[in-house]
């Protein structure tokens, strides 16, 4: 889709922002508000734009759109969802992608791409900026695909993030499908509606770590910043940020699964050394 002129290097300069977003806290580096301001602008475009075609996504059990979008003139596409109960035994829920969204920019991570609630067709539902992913973490490994040796660090932190953020927001759904990858091998975040589990499986234990139910995938090393940003997690906070997406229950569960992450990276700090596991 097209971009006219000047806007279109104002465009391209605000979404290469946004997914290098991804990998800033690996670098040492803070949001700035320049990028804040820009990511603000992504969502005022999601919010306003005129929904001038649409088409099924084609993959994906939540049956999501992309709609095409029109805003003077700047268009861009979005992954549209309105999943909501029981899907193939789980629980899908259309809130929970804002949630995750709203998650990941308090904690500084900027993974998962601009997310809010809009109307299609009458209906409420997600909407998210859509991303141009080059490959999927299965479609890598079956084309024996390895990472440049140059994105090696980033990919393996930006890998350690994510299954801690995954761990705290109670993802069970980061199959190697969704685990993606632009074309400079920036990991971006999508598919949050089976998130923000309630049940004592999901409370008990955390999803990664030495722990976890998925006790082979760790996050031995993470951003000093991201757990900063975790510790002053409550409820009060958790419910301002998701903006009313979660009831008393999933804030609940979010700060149980809290102070799991927190002893776990307490452990690693006592048997290896700050120095090895924050940076």
Not at 41 to 49: G, R, S
Not at 151 to 158: H, N, V
Request: glycine content about 6%; aromatic content about 10%; proline content about 3%.
């Amino acid at each position: 889709m097209k971009i006219g002129g000047k806007m279109k290097k104002q465009t391209i300069f605000i979404f290469t922002a946004l997914l290098v977003m991804a990998v800033s806290l690996s670098l040492g580096l803070q949001l700035d508000p320049e990028k804040v301001k820009n990511r603000g602008t992504w969502e005022l475009f999601l919010k306003a734009a005129e929904i001038v075609d649409h088409e099924d996504v084609g993959e994906g059990i939540t049956k999501p759109k992309k709609l095409y979008l029109k805003r003077g003139e700047i268009e861009e596409c979005g992954v549209w969802k309105n999943v909501k109960g029981i899907q193939k035994g789980f629980k899908d829920e259309w809130r929970y992608e804002i949630a995750a969204y709203e998650m990941d920019k308090y904690l500084g991570l900027g993974m998962v791409p601009p997310t809010v609630e809009r109307k299609f067709r009458g209906r409420s539902g997600s909407l998210q900026l859509w991303v141009d992913l080059e490959i999927n973490e299965l479609d890598r490994i079956k084309k024996q695909i390895e990472i440049p040796e140059e994105k090696t660090d980033s990919w393996e932190k930006s890998t350690y993030i994510a299954r801690a953020f995954d761990s705290l927001i109670g993802n069970i759904d980061r199959t190697q499908q969704n685990i993606r990858y632009t074309k400079d091998w920036r990991l971006i975040l999508i598919d949050h509606s089976r998130a923000f589990r309630t049940k004592r499986v999901y409370t008990d234990q955390l999803i990664y770590g030495k722990h976890g139910l998925r006790s082979t995938m760790l996050f031995p090393k993470l951003p000093k910043a991201f757990i900063e940003k975790i510790k002053t997690l409550n409820y009060d906070k958790i419910k301002s940020i998701t903006e009313g997406y979660l009831n008393f229950y999933e804030i609940e569960a979010i700060l149980t699964r809290k102070k799991l992450l927190l002893k776990e990276v307490k452990e690693m700090i006592k048997e290896r050394g700050e120095e090895a596991v924050l940076y």
